[in-house]
């Protein structure tokens, strides 16, 4: 058992079981640092955290390239669904949705969530769970002391935690989200993407978590 992680680049990843991949957050074109185009990425799934351009990204040309079901807030699908793209899963924070390759829950965020000036429904985290292994995609947000519920409710092995500062929490408040979570390896995300972002992980340094930077592209085998 076990998934290879591969960081698209800002808060997007590509989990891969060896049967299944699912995608998280597939910003991809307008990225600055991405590696990858929309047409490299095949999966079963997506899953998306909030509404916002740089996690939405290239939702509809993946979900329609693919044939993949998309799991986001009601209102997204509601979106979608108008974009054309068939096979939809609607869920909102405390939802928790099963299928042939694992499960997807949605867990609170403290953001905002629109998409072209639309609203879009409540801002989440997600967690995803296929090929044995746990991961916590914190969305985009600020630290809350229920951070460390959802560690122990959903016992993530990787937690993807924002770090990036400005639009949510900075190095300083996710090394306490991640004290919080407890994941066994925490890794950096929505950081340097842009100059209004922090440019580095060096400061994000929780007791007690290992630590895993990821480069934009990079490809990472949790075992
Ligand atoms: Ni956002
Ligand atoms: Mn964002």
């Given at each position: 058992m076990g998934i290879e992680l591969t960081y698209l680049g800002h808060a997007g990843f590509l989990l891969d079981d060896g049967r299944n991949a699912v995608a998280i957050d597939p910003f991809l074109t307008d990225n600055p640092v991405a590696k990858h185009k929309p047409s490299e990425i095949r999966c079963r799934a997506i899953v998306l955290t909030h509404g916002h351009a740089d996690h939405f990204g290239d939702t509809v040309a993946i979900a329609k390239a693919n044939g993949a079901t998309v799991y986001a807030a009601f209102e997204i699908t509601a979106y979608l669904e108008e974009q054309g793209v068939s096979k939809l899963e609607p869920g909102n924070p405390g939802g928790k949705i099963s299928a042939d390759w694992g499960w997807v829950a949605f867990t609170q965020a403290f953001h905002s969530s629109s998409y072209n000036g639309r609203y879009m429904g409540m801002p989440t985290g997600v967690v995803a769970h296929l090929g044995g292994v746990t991961v916590y995609h914190c969305g985009d947000t600020t630290l809350f002391s229920d951070m460390k519920l959802i560690g122990e409710i959903y016992?993530?092995?990787v937690a993807l935690i924002p770090i990036g500062d400005r639009f949510t929490m900075g190095p300083e408040l996710a090394t306490r989200a991640a004290e919080f979570i407890k994941p066994k390896v925490a890794v950096p995300i929505h950081?340097?993407?842009?100059?209004?972002?922090?440019?580095?992980?060096?400061?994000?340094k929780p007791k007690g978590v290992e630590v895993k930077v990821l480069e934009p592209g990079e490809t990472w085998a949790y075992r």
């Open positions: 016992s993530p092995d950081y340097r993407t842009w100059p209004l972002l922090v440019q580095d992980a060096s400061g994000f």
